[in-house]
Nanobody, 115 residues
Framework: VQLQASGGGLVQAGESLRLSCAAS????????MAWYRQAPGKQRELVAIITHRGGNVNYADSAKGRFTMSRDNAKNTIYLQMNSLKPEDTGVYYC?????????WGQGTLVTVSS
């Protein structure tokens, strides 16, 4: 599956952004979908994930209460709504989907949060 991420940008602390990730095929065939981020000089880390085609979302502790991951099956798109952004949320955000054991990554979208 091919993924196209978008929605990043430069915002001030406390503001919001919504990231989108459009898939080339139906989300119904996807086993797992997730958002990751990579801060400058750090390893890529999981932000939010939906597993086993279920509806439950698991969040990293840093994202709980501020970020919401959702999906629109009709548009083959997943979203990451990010509220109350902090400078430490700065990084490149990647969407990831796994289908039949094959992992695909979007190209990443840069989020910069100024203090």
């Amino acid at each position: 599956v091919q993924l196209q991420a978008s929605g990043g940008g430069l915002v001030q602390a406390g503001e919001s952004l919504r990231l989108s990730c459009a898939a080339s095929g139906s989300l119904f065939s996807i086993d797992e979908m997730a958002w990751y981020r990579q801060a400058p000089g750090k390893q890529r880390e999981l932000v939010a994930i939906i597993t086993h085609r279920g509806g439950n979302v698991n969040y990293a502790d840093s994202a709980k209460g501020r970020f919401t991951m959702s999906r629109d099956n009709a548009k083959n798109t997943i979203y990451l709504q990010m509220n109350s952004l902090k400078p430490e949320d700065t990084g490149v955000y990647y969407c990831n989907m796994v289908r039949n054991g094959v992992s695909s990554w979007g190209q990443g979208t840069l989020v910069t949060v100024s203090s």
